[in-house]
């Protein structure tokens, strides 16, 4: 269970983050939704120590963030929105890098990781740099390696950016099979469809705030007759930019 | 400590600061352990063949003879190793666009501190290593065994390097916890390098200036009392003021390892995650800018490549205070002041070798490319000339070169009171010198661009890393006095020295059209 509590960050004078209070369940997948700037990032962010909030609390199954960080980075990993890290490195040696992070022997991840590596299709390219790795090569190295320790909680923001669809299908089914462990598995998407598939719950945040957080099922039956994009996007601020579109290309574009 | 962790960290660190030879052996097949023990033993052997070099140059001196010789250099190449160590320790923990990457993974604090204090130290040992060499020296000529002097002078010289990177590391993490880092990360961290950067030149130009006394039979520097116990270990290692020494070492070493242990290795996640805070900070304001026309508006985008955090006084310290405790320690001359109109030829040949002597792999010109990491790759795909892209770009470079080299001449003038005759042919000097070097180093910047960086270190490390920029300094500062040692004897001594300067003007022509056509045809005609 994750506990966030009046979680709040200030850029300056710019309010990032409001008050946001939530809990994630084990066993969920739990996406956050919002348009650019909503704060989604920053959230998560906040929740693998990259960046410090300026109020509120974060507990993991009981332990408090701030207080036994290290035993909380142990039992999350995360896969940031860019893959450019570690670019240097050669996949395998990123991968042996994080299992030394999280104190793994090579007998406890080589199975684990040669299925993945076969799963994503990577057996070909594991002595290569990141470097000279596509955007989806990156995103598969890195997704590989958040999945080595097999972590309690498994943190994505934005996974599916860049991944050819049959490496999105799978990541996908992995998120639900690690979830069905009673893991959980936290995400951030700009994908509606992808939201409606995979969440058991979301949270909506609009300029920093948390405007909701329920299912996807619960939201659909509140707003009976319309989709997930209408409803999301009079939740989250509509602008009806049609006129535009038709000036920049034309009446009779499609 | 977690032996696995701490190698695994420094695995990835060796990688990140020695980007270009890491791809050499990769290419030829190296990969994982394999590599970094590479990596590991090309950096031993550079260190070797320093300590060769640096051993060959200082041997004629008698430092057992010498306190004041021994303290002087003890002085310079602590001041060096102090302001390399403040802005190592600031890049590679706080200025690098990787903390994002190492934040999240349960690293253990100590092993974060130690693998990447031990890449400071990597990048500080190839300036320092002239300490070990007078530590050496000293004991060796005060009559200790040969195995047992070095022995005492690597323990004493890794003592004093310790001291000072746990100093700088309590500098750094001491003011990076100030609410003032916090609100302006960048305005701090240059300041302090820059009071490190004036202190330095300033100590070394003080120094400089002291008065030379007789010790005995040798003529000696007047001995710097704050570096006089360490004379005493090497010349007098049994004595009772060498134990005192020894004693004052360690309680410095435990005092500073125990301040960081308690203080600063407790709550490091804690402040670098505040750091990267920081440097995420979205509150800069939404700045208004009204600029049209390419020219001027790849010209403002050019000038804003220079406020990257701590490159701009990177850069200065490198082009300044390197070749200055070089130039004072392996080549310094007295000039009389009232020369001769024939002798400007000398200081125009003057002006070019100290133009090869400041200009170095981490000077700007040769980084300008690389700034715009993936800028340039982008700016390739639009329909403009990287012809005159590229020019505007170099030429940006060479007037920043040229104005920190007009600068350093002018006070140097003041100093050694020379004409304003002799002033105006070293600035011409160093004026051609700085074009024709400038070219040479921006093109060797677009052949080792490296468009993803996470910090200068690795830009300035490119291609033979610190090793080679010692290298570069080293040789230049060789070759230069040699050539204006060679041409003022000429002078000094040949009665027409008319002539002479005829055959190096030509020759200085000859040279410069070569120069020029090579680099046309090797690089510039490619963007046409």
């Known amino acids: ?129 990141l470097a000279s790795f596509s955007h989806g090569m990156r995103q598969k190295t890195i997704i590989i390696g958040a999945l080595l320790s097999d972590p309690d909680v498994w943190i994505l923001d934005e996974p599916l950016q860049g991944l050819d669809p049959q490496a999105a299908y799978d990541l996908k089914q992995l998120m639900k099979a690690h979830a069905a462990k009673g893991k959980t598995v936290i995400f951030s998407t700009h994908n509606l469809d992808t939201a409606q598939q995979l969440c058991d719950e979301l949270a909506i945040l609009k300029k920093g705030k948390l405007i909701y957080n329920g299912s996807v099922n619960d939201l659909l039956a509140q707003n009976e007759n319309e989709s997930l994009e209408d409803i999301y996007l009079q939740m989250a601020g509509r602008q009806d930019g049609g006129h535009l579109v038709d000036d920049i290309e034309g009446d009779n574009h499609e | 400590m977690n032996k696995r962790q701490l190698k695994a960290l420094l695995a990835v660190n060796l990688r990140l600061v020695n980007p270009q030879v890491t791809d050499r052996y990769r290419k030829k097949g190296k990969n994982g352990s394999d590599l970094t023990r590479k990596l590991q033993l090309q950096f031993f052997i550079n260190t070797l063949v320093f300590i060769f070099i640096y051993g060959a140059t200082m041997f004629s001196f008698d430092f057992s003879k010498l306190p004041g010789m021994f303290t002087f250099y003890v002085t310079l190449f602590v001041l060096l190793a102090l302001s390399q160590s403040i802005s190592g320790i600031y890049n590679i923990f706080f200025a690098g666009k990787d903390l994002d990457s190492y934040l999240p993974l349960p690293f253990r604090q100590k092993e974060i501190f130690f693998s990447k204090i031990l890449i400071v130290s990597s990048n ?87 008065q030379y006394s007789e010790t005995g039979a040798s003529l000696d520097r007047t001995p710097i009392a704050i570096f006089m116990p360490l004379f005493q270990i090497f010349k007098d290692a049994f004595s009772l003021a060498s134990g005192g020494a020894w004693l004052g070492l360690l309680a410095l070493l435990l005092v500073f390892g125990g301040l960081l242990k308690y203080i600063v290795l407790p709550h490091l996640n804690e402040q670098l995650t505040l750091a990267n805070t920081a440097s995420v900070d979205g509150s800069k304001k939404h700045k208004r800018v009204q600029r049209s026309g390419l020219k001027q508006i790849l010209d403002s985008y050019n000038f804003q490549l220079l406020k990257e955090p701590n490159l701009l006084l990177q850069v200065l310290s490198n082009s300044i205070m390197m070749p200055i405790i070089f130039i004072f320690s392996f080549a310094f001359a007295k000039v009389p002041n009232n020369l001769p109109v024939k002798w400007l030829g000398v200081f125009f040949v003057a002006g070019i070798a100290f133009s090869g002597m400041t200009i170095n792999q981490s000077s700007l010109i040769g980084n300008l490319i690389s700034l715009d990491r993936m800028n340039f790759e982008f700016v390739k795909s639009l329909p403009i000339s990287l012809k005159k892209y590229l020019q505007r770009k170099f030429l940006l470079g060479y007037i920043f070169q040229l104005i920190i080299n007009t600068l350093i001449l002018i006070v140097a003038t003041i100093i050694l009171k020379l004409s304003l005759a002799m002033l105006v042919a070293l600035i011409c000097g160093s004026a051609w010198g700085t074009y024709l070097i400038s070219q040479h180093y921006f093109r060797r910047d677009y052949k080792l661009r490296l468009t993803n960086w996470t910090n200068v270190t690795q830009l300035f490390s490119r291609g033979g890393g610190n090793l080679g920029m010692v290298t570069t300094i080293f040789v230049s500062i060789i070759v230069g006095v040699t050539v204006i040692l060679g041409y003022s004897a000429a002078i000094a001594l040949l009665p027409q020295a008319w002539m002479i300067n005829t055959i190096v003007a030509i020759i200085i022509i000859i040279l410069s059209v070569l120069i020029l056509k090579f680099y046309q045809q090797k690089f510039w005609k490619q963007f046409d």
């Open chain 2, 124 to 210: 500080v040992i190839p300036f320092t290593l002239p300490l070990l060499i007078v530590f050496f020296l000293t004991g060796w000529r005060s009559g200790i065994m040969i195995p047992l002097a070095l022995l005492l002078a690597i323990v004493v010289y890794v003592l004093v390097l310790a001291i000072i990177l746990f100093a700088c590391s309590l500098i750094v993490f001491g003011l990076t916890k100030t609410s003032l880092f916090r609100n302006h990360q960048s305005v701090v961290m240059n300041l302090l390098i820059a009071v490190t950067t004036v202190i330095a030149v300033g100590g070394i130009l003080m120094m400089n200036g002291n």
């Open chain 1, 1 to 129: 269970m994750i506990e966030i509590d009046e979680l709040s960050k200030n850029y300056g004078d710019k309010k990032a983050l409001q008050n946001l209070t939530l809990r994630i369940k084990s066993g969920e997948i739990f996406g956050f939704l919002g348009h650019n700037g909503a704060g989604k990032s920053t959230t998560l962010k906040s929740l693998v120590s990259i960046i410090q909030p300026t109020d509120g609390s974060i507990t993991v199954d009981g332990l408090d963030l701030v207080e036994h960080r290290q035993e909380v980075k142990g039992k999350i990993a995360y896969v940031p929105d860019t893959p450019d890290i570690f670019l240097q490195l050669s996949a395998m040696e990123y991968w042996n890098l994080l299992a030394a992070a999280y104190n793994l022997s090579e007998d406890e991840v080589s199975d684990r990781r040669n299925k993945l590596v076969e799963l994503f299709n990577m057996g070909e390219h594991t002595d290569e740099t």
